[in-house]
């Protein structure tokens, strides 16, 4: 709808790493070439459950931007202290938290500040990508993990004060879900039931074997 008003400035997606676009491609570009020139990770990232948004914005010439933190510049994240006061003390306890869960509380404790740090740099990445693209009168559309869109976590708390932002989670409908569930985004748009799949059932450890008596 954005982009049949003419409102859309860009599209930017947590899928690609930054810097990759499709600005140079012309609106009758093939599937592939999208993915291509996006370097996509259809393992990570099905296209199968991505492209079509994507493809709006290209058949429409408007560009997809990818906004990821580049793989090489992880190892720097991991170190830059400077991430830990880019959140207050609770939002940064609370990201932490979630780097503990998001990885089935199998992390060595020594790696949940970097790994913090490395999802904050994420988010300002993100934010980056998003600033860079902004026009007057238009908005900037964000695909990402619901983690990278929390008003309270994530994106939106490095985007610059006078910048509006609206959060929207699609939320896949559940039988416990309440209408007044507590949410850290604006909206909540429910989808259409998914199977419950353990993810981090893989990574428990196995039962140890029973010892025979002597």
Known sequence: ALAQRG???AVVVEMAEQDTTTRTLPSFAPEYLVRNT???????WPWAQYGAAIMVAVRHGIPVLGSNLP???????????DADTLLDGAAFQAQQAQIRSGHCNMLPESQIVPMTRIQIAR???MAQTITDALQPGKSVVLLAGAGHVDRQLGV??????????KSLQLR????MDAPDLPTHFDQVWPT???????YCAAFQPPNPRPQASP
């Open 156 to 165: 939106p708390r490095h985007i610059a004060p006078g910048i509006t932002v």
């Open 7 to 9: 409102v859309l400035a």
């Open 192 to 198: 259409a039931p998914v199977n419950a799949k353990d």
């Open 71 to 81: 793989r090489d510049r992880m190892r720097s994240a991991m170190q830059a202290a």
């Open 172 to 175: 896949a409908q559940t039988p």
């Open 123 to 125: 988010d300002v990445a």
């Open 38 to 44: 996006l370097q996509w990770n259809d393992r990570q």
